[in-house]
């Protein structure tokens, strides 16, 4: 059976809001969080938020997402190949989790927590 995100990232230049975040929701995302200075995960490789934080490392499960759709690494962005049950992060170093609509990937209430679980200890008090 074919990973439904190995070919999403295809289509991912038709998409527009609400698949995908807008400038507005970006910069709503900046604020809020207020993410300057921050040591970011992005759950995904949306090239929209790519933009945020000082520094940036995605996980994404899906090879094909991250040649296909991420921003590209740099100095202080990076996307890796990984599952965000098991995030290949240290425990504590990561000011801000965010993502888009990444919840919707996750699907059961058991994978939810354990992500819920694997956000908490990646996080920094």
């Known amino acids: 059976m074919t ?3 190995d070919d999403y990232h295809r289509h991912w230049k038709l ?3 609400p698949l995908r975040p807008t400038a507005e929701t970006v910069a709503i995302f900046d604020r809020e969080l207020d993410l300057g200075n921050a040591d970011v995960l992005l759950l995904g490789v949306t090239p929209e938020l790519a933009i945020l934080g ?3 490392l995605a996980v994404d499960q899906s090879a094909a997402m991250i040649s296909g759709v991420w921003a590209g690494d740099d ?4 996307a890796i ?3 965000w049950l098991n995030l290949p992060v240290d425990h504590a170093s990561i000011d801000a989790v965010i993502g888009d609509g990444c919840l919707s990937a996750v699907d059961s209430q058991a994978a939810r927590s354990s992500l819920f679980g694997e956000v908490a200890r990646v996080l920094k008090p």
Do not use: I, T
């Open 3 to 5: 990973n439904h995100w």
């Open 15 to 17: 998409l527009e809001a």
């Open 54 to 56: 000082k520094s940036m």
């Open 75 to 78: 100095g202080s962005r990076r």
């Open 81 to 83: 190949a990984g599952n």
